[in-house]
Every structure is written in structure tokens, then in C-alpha cells.
């Protein structure tokens, strides 16, 4: 199904708490685009904040974790809320609040040593471009064309998928104007999302994951959580998708937040 045919999760409250019947919700949320605003470069994202002061209301009774394809160390100094967990590289690089003893790194020797040979080529071979970023993280690598003209696009496309064809350690995937290089390696956001559920023992009888972000790689949460959790698509996209609501913007995610922090659709913990 596409956003158009979803329901609009603000305007649908009531099955969204049938959805989540009594138990203790935990979030999980993307980044760009769902709590902070698209940006023309990634340096310049910045959280609302009215959106941080929601999550810092909603840690006090409930897990929230920032799932994002961001590097681990850049999703905190953006986020920078205590009692948040973090879930960054797409989920490769996983840690909780200080003293949780949460950690997790998926990946190794062999796909660290692959994302520095394409991040040197990426940045070799792309320089002439203009507007081109070449975004190196611990364990993925993103290339940002969100600036390049047009008529320069199918040059980025092209070098990008020759730079992941000689890497066989690493996979390539997409999202809104920006490649991604990740390993090749049986993990995305929705894993990670079940890992921290299972190692802070948030079981389906007693907790409902609510999952929402907008991108293509938000889909892996969504997939994850379609049977006993509730998952929002953030914006008006005609691409399929699992999603069992929508929302308009960021702007409408932090609604939507304000609302399960007033009590209105969720309760805390005793």
C-alpha cells in the first residue's frame, strides 16, 4: 500500500491505542526527515526544540531510541537527550544511555578495510562533481547528491555502483538522493530494533514497538514490527509500503510524539 491509502495516524488515535491494548510502548524513530527536517547537507540538520523537549517527556516513562543511518557518534551530539538510545549506521552500532551496559558493533575487519577503499575512490572519483557528499561513518558509507544538478546525476550513479561492484564485502542500497554503502551482512534497522527489544527484555505480551521514520530503509522497522507493533510513515510517498499509517512531515511527527507524551493515546509505566 502507498501513504494516499493509509490512515492518517492523527486523525485515527483511537485504533492506534486499540493497536497498543494496554501495553508499554517503546519508540523508535529515524532521523532525518522524521524528528529533524530534510536538509541540503547533512552538517546542517538540526532537531526542533519543541521535538527534543517531547523526547526528553517520553524517556521518563518509555524507551526511545534514534534509529538512524547516521554515524553513531553524529546521532548523539544532534540528539543530545540523556535516557536516549541510539541506533546508528542503520542499526550496525547500537548504544544505550550512559551506565545502561548497552552496546552492540555488527561488522568486521574486512568490511571496515572495503568502506575506506570506496570512500577513497567515492572521493577521488566524485570530486570533480559539484554538490556531491561523501558521508564515511563506522560501518556504512553515504553519498548525498540532494545538491547535484541534474545532468550530472547519472555520472554519480554510475561511479557509485562501479566503487560497490569491486567491494563484494559491501551492499549498495538507496534512499531520498543519497547511495548507501553498508556490509553485506544479514542486519538492517528492523533487526536492530528486535536486538534492543530482546536485550531490554521488552516482550510482546507487555511492550508495543512504535516505529516511524520515512525513508526506504525505514521499511526493515516496519516489516519487523507488523504484527504486534504500530508503524508510521512519515510524508506523502507513492512508493509501497508497510506502514500501517502516515503523517504528513516532522512537523506532524512531533504532534503526534506531544500527544503520546500527554497521555492522551499511551500511559507510562507504574
Not at 517503546?26 to 519543541?50: E, K, N, R
Not at 517520553?58 to 538512524?68: E, P, Y
Not at 572495503?114 to 556531491?132: C, D, K, M, N, Q
Not at 538492517?188 to 520515512?214: N, Q, T
Request: aromatic letters at 6%; charged letters at 25%.
Amino acid at each position: 500500500m502507498t501513504a494516499p491509502g493509509l490512515p492518517r495516524a492523527l486523525e485515527t488515535l483511537d485504533d492506534i491505542e486499540k493497536k497498543i491494548s494496554g501495553r508499554t510502548p517503546a519508540f523508535f524513530l529515524d532521523f532525518d526527515g522524521t524528528v529533524s527536517p530534510i536538509s541540503a547537507h547533512p552538517d546542517l540538520a538540526v532537531m526542533p526544540a519543541g521535538t527534543a523537549k517531547v523526547l526528553d517527556v517520553l524517556t521518563r516513562d518509555h524507551v526511545v531510541c534514534l534509529v538512524s543511518g547516521r554515524d553513531l557518534t553524529d546521532l548523539r551530539r544532534k540528539v543530545d537527550i540523556p535516557g536516549v538510545y541510539y541506533a546508528g549506521d542503520h542499526g550496525y552500532r547500537i548504544a544505550g544511555p550512559a551506565g545502561s551496559g548497552v552496546e552492540l558493533e555488527v561488522g568486521g575487519q574486512q568490511e571496515r578495510l572495503e568502506l575506506e577503499s570506496a570512500s577513497y575512490e567515492l572521493e577521488r572519483r566524485l570530486r570533480s562533481i559539484a554538490g556531491v557528499v561523501v558521508e564515511t561513518k563506522g560501518t556504512s558509507l553515504s553519498v548525498h547528491y540532494r545538491l547535484v544538478a541534474e545532468n550530472e546525476r547519472p555520472a554519480v550513479d554510475r561511479t557509485v555502483r562501479e566503487v560497490a561492484d569491486s567491494a563484494p564485502s559491501l551492499r549498495l542500497t538507496g534512499g531520498k538522493l543519497v547511495h548507501e554503502l553498508r556490509p553485506r551482512l544479514p542486519w538492517d534497522k528492523g533487526r536492530a530494533v528486535l536486538w534492543l527489544m530482546g536485550r531490554l527484555r521488552l516482550h510482546h505480551a507487555d511492550s508495543c514497538p512504535i516505529c516511524i521514520g520515512d525513508d526506504l530503509t525505514d521499511e526493515d522497522m516496519f516489516v519487523a514490527v507488523r504484527r504486534w507493533g504500530v508503524s508510521i510513515l512519515v510524508g506523502r510517498s507513492d512508493r509501497p509500503t508497510s506502514a500501517q499509517y502516515w503523517v504528513e512531515d516532522p512537523q506532524e511527527v512531533t504532534a503526534l510524539l506531544t500527544t503520546f507524551a500527554g497521555g492522551k493515546v499511551i500511559k507510562g509505566r507504574e
